[in-house]
């Protein structure tokens, strides 16, 4: 059965626009408000909330009810874009006093405050965007098959690495594919020269030290020549992304393509 991704979105819409917080309350409000059962709110709102959309409302009726009706419209139309916002609110810096915060957008915060239907939805709209792209970039790879065993956490590592790859996290997949192949290569290593490295290196070894030594001692590890090569690609493009910035989703494949295919040489027997 195909999954039409396209039909979830719309779904996800209808479901925001149904269930938005605060769009039922603003519009419960605005309704009673304008059919004369405003005193029903006493008994669901505290006091000097109740006391002070009374005296809004005594003030100016119309203008209260056609306030809390388009509050109702701005929580309904802006939900998605809003709940986005929540969620980039999490991610990045925010700085202080960056401007004032809509009146709707704050009431539906605070009403969302423990259902947190905000960031589930922007968490779902934002991964039924990666489905596809995902989709792509898993079609480039093909199963890492290996004669040998390396380490549970080697295989946590390759795993990471390679779903940062998929949702487009490419500069933490570089990252984590210098990591799997530290750990492999940690695990493979003739016991003489783990502890000549670990003294060496006081227990600090980085990929490239760990290189370093595998290339001056290819016949006491028993590891493939080729292997130095194309783990040190991965290396370089992982200091790139340690050091010199965010990489693209070229450098990111070609990184994980390396680090499984350095892996199939270090495990091959």
């Given at each position: 059965m195909?999954?039409?991704?396209d039909r979830?979105?719309?779904?996800?819409?209808?479901?925001?626009?149904?269930?938005?917080?605060?769009?039922?309350f603003?519009?419960?409000?605005?309704?009673?408000?304008r059919?004369?059962?405003?005193?029903?709110?006493?008994?669901?709102?505290?006091?000097?909330?109740?006391?002070?959309l009374?005296?809004?409302y005594?003030?100016?009726?119309?203008?209260?009810?056609?306030?809390?009706?388009?509050?109702a419209?701005?929580?309904?139309q802006?939900?998605?874009?809003h709940a986005?916002?929540?969620?980039?609110?999490?991610?990045?810096?925010?700085?202080?006093?960056?401007?004032?915060?809509?009146?709707?957008?704050?009431?539906?915060?605070?009403?969302?405050?423990?259902?947190?239907?905000?960031?589930?939805?922007?968490?779902?709209?934002?991964?039924?965007d990666?489905?596809e792209?995902a989709?792509?970039?898993?079609?480039?790879?093909?199963?890492?098959?290996?004669?040998?065993?390396?380490?549970?956490?080697a295989?946590r590592?390759?795993?990471?690495?390679t779903?940062?790859?998929?949702?487009?996290?490419?500069?933490?997949?570089?990252?984590m594919?210098?990591?799997?192949?530290e750990?492999?290569?940690?695990?493979?290593?003739?016991?003489?020269?783990?502890?000549l490295?670990?003294?060496?290196?006081?227990?600090?070894a980085?990929?490239?030290?760990?290189?370093?030594?595998?290339?001056?001692?290819?016949?006491?590890?028993?590891?493939?020549?080729?292997?130095?090569?194309?783990?040190?690609?991965?290396?370089?493009i992982?200091?790139?992304?340690?050091?010199?910035?965010?990489?693209?989703?070229?450098?990111?494949?070609?990184?994980?393509?390396?680090a499984?295919?350095?892996?199939?040489m270090?495990?091959?027997?």
């Open positions: 195909a999954i039409e991704i979830l979105s719309d779904l996800l819409l209808q479901m925001a626009d149904q269930n938005a917080p605060g769009r039922e603003s519009a419960a409000i605005a309704e009673l408000a059919t004369g059962r405003f005193a029903q709110l006493r008994d669901v709102l505290p006091p000097v909330v109740y006391d002070e009374w005296h809004r005594q003030s100016n009726p119309v203008a209260f009810v056609e306030g809390w009706e388009h509050l419209h701005e929580m309904q802006g939900f998605i874009q986005r916002q929540r969620l980039t609110s999490l991610t990045r810096l925010q700085h202080a006093g960056n401007g004032s915060t809509p009146a709707w957008k704050s009431i539906q915060r605070a009403l969302d405050s423990r259902q947190n239907d905000l960031l589930r939805a922007a968490i779902a709209a934002e991964f039924l990666l489905v792209p989709v792509a970039r898993a079609t480039h790879l093909r199963e890492c098959v290996v004669a040998a065993p390396s380490s549970d956490e295989d590592y390759l795993d990471e690495a779903r940062c790859y998929f949702f487009a996290l490419f500069t933490a997949c570089a990252v594919c210098r990591s799997v192949l750990e492999a290569i940690k695990q493979k290593l003739p016991e003489s020269l783990t502890k490295i670990r003294s060496r290196y006081r227990n600090t980085t990929l490239g030290n760990l290189l370093h030594e595998i290339n001056n001692n290819l016949l006491a590890t028993g590891i493939d020549a080729a292997f130095p090569r194309i783990a040190n690609q991965v290396n370089d992982g200091k790139k992304a340690v050091h010199q910035g965010l990489l693209s989703e070229d450098e990111a494949r070609t990184c994980l393509q390396n499984r295919e350095a892996l199939q270090l495990l091959q027997r």
